[in-house]
């Protein structure tokens, strides 16, 4: 039988397959920079180097072709919460990350150095995704991004922009 001419159709979001193949090429990558980071030569201190970093990226990158799996799998179920109304973007959401992402780049570009140009995109993309804009947020990108500046420049000895915040730590 065909469906009511009156009866509304609701689309819950992409296809399975779109997210299913995300997975896929998200878990491909993932294996590359795996593979590419056994190639690397072994870090000057106890193996850490920039191999390390890299399969630590690659990891995460594989967690995430696994949860866009797990999602395929759910919404090939009829669950309607495993994926979001179509057409439910949020440009305001969205302006918040890329007008941080683009304080980043100015940030470095005129020499504020990695720290504050990594907390402000912290705190942009915090806001993006709901977040009050106030001390706390801006406390624990700072911190954040110490730590980050501080795992890249000390232990895995690799130079990142430097500005008053990192001339501290010289």
């Known amino acids: 039988m065909s469906p009511e001419p009156d009866a509304e159709v609701v689309e819950t979001g992409p296809p399975h397959g779109v997210a299913a193949g995300i997975g896929v090429v998200l878990l491909a990558l993932a294996g590359v920079l795996f593979f590419e980071a056994l190639?690397?030569?072994?870090g000057p201190a106890v193996g850490v180097g920039p191999a390390a970093a890299m399969r630590i990226v690659a990891v995460?990158?594989?967690?995430?072709?696994?949860?866009?799996l797990f999602t395929s799998w759910r919404s090939r179920k009829g669950d309607p919460d495993a994926a979001p109304p179509a057409g439910a973007g949020n440009r305001r959401a969205l302006a918040w990350v890329l007008g941080a992402l683009?304080?980043?780049?100015?940030?470095?570009?005129?020499?504020?150095?990695?720290?504050?140009?990594s907390a402000w995109l912290f705190v942009g993309t915090a806001r993006?995704?709901?977040?009050?804009?106030?001390a706390k947020s801006v406390g624990i990108g700072v911190a954040l991004s110490a730590v980050v500046y501080l795992f890249f420049t000390k232990a895995l000895s690799l130079g990142?922009?430097?500005?008053?915040?990192?001339?501290?730590?010289a």
């Open 102 to 117: 683009a304080g980043l780049m100015l940030i470095l570009q005129f020499g504020g150095g990695f720290i504050a140009a």
């Open 160 to 169: 990142l922009p430097a500005g008053p915040l990192e001339r501290l730590f």
């Open 39 to 42: 190639k690397l030569p072994p």
């Open 60 to 68: 995460l990158v594989a967690i995430l072709g696994v949860a866009h």
């Open 128 to 134: 993006g995704f709901g977040a009050p804009l106030g």
